[in-house]
């Protein structure tokens, strides 16, 4: 491909996330495949196949976050990662981890709270949230596990501020199967070593 030409998508890629960063921050669109095909409607690059990755966007929006939200990010992050901390704690029998947009800091008024819990009896998460009477939907979500594809069960839950929580539960082994990052997933320790910096 000619250098140029190269060059061109590069930059029409580049603008793409930053304007996918900018609907996803200004208009409170959380899925990143939404405001990927907004940006490039609003671009007129409907029709491209050169979409910037998630992770573009994210590097866009904390560019984004720290030059026009910095006075009010900070504080909705903070808010968001105490809640995150309040539900890891209540669930703690279960390992609990904080992933997504949270803990990666781009996370926004609208964002909601991923959390991965680890059990090998799947009713045990289930039975805690009837026992604690914490109102859920429940649901399946579809996992790669150690190289194969699982459904594992999912728990949507809303928080008191209103914030949605969603909680995925693994089988054990997969806490150990060193899949987990410490820039994409943060246990107890780790959050609150987050609010404390």
């Given at each position: 491909?000619?250098?140029?030409?190269?060059?061109?998508?590069?930059?029409?890629?580049?603008?793409?996330?930053?304007?996918?960063?900018?609907?996803?921050?200004?208009?409170?669109?959380?899925?990143?495949?939404?405001?990927?095909?907004?940006a490039a409607r609003q671009?007129?690059?409907?029709?491209?196949?050169?979409?910037?990755?998630?992770?573009?966007?994210d590097v866009a929006l904390h560019s984004f976050r720290q030059l026009f939200q910095s006075e009010t990010h900070p504080r909705i992050l903070r808010e968001l990662r105490e809640d995150a901390l309040s539900y890891m704690l209540q669930l703690s029998d279960f390992h609990p981890y904080l992933t997504g947009s949270v803990l990666s800091g781009s996370a926004g008024n609208q964002s909601d709270i991923n959390l991965m819990l680890f059990s090998d009896d799947e009713k045990a998460v289930l039975l805690f949230l009837l026992k604690h009477k914490i109102?859920?939907?429940s649901g399946e979500w579809r996992v790669k596990i150690s190289g194969h594809e699982e459904l594992v069960p999912?728990?949507?839950?809303?928080?008191?501020?209103?914030?949605?929580?969603h909680i995925i539960v693994l089988p054990e082994n997969a806490r150990f199967s060193g899949s987990r990052h410490p820039e994409t997933h943060a246990d107890i320790t780790a959050v609150k070593a987050l609010l404390t910096d």
């Open positions: 491909m000619p250098k140029e030409i190269s060059q061109r998508r590069d930059l029409m890629r580049e603008q793409l996330a930053h304007q996918a960063a900018k609907l996803m921050a200004e208009d409170g669109i959380t899925d990143h495949a939404f405001a990927k095909r907004k671009l007129g690059a409907s029709d491209t196949q050169h979409l910037p990755s998630n992770n573009e966007i109102d859920f939907e999912s728990y949507a839950l809303t928080g008191a501020s209103g914030t949605q929580i």
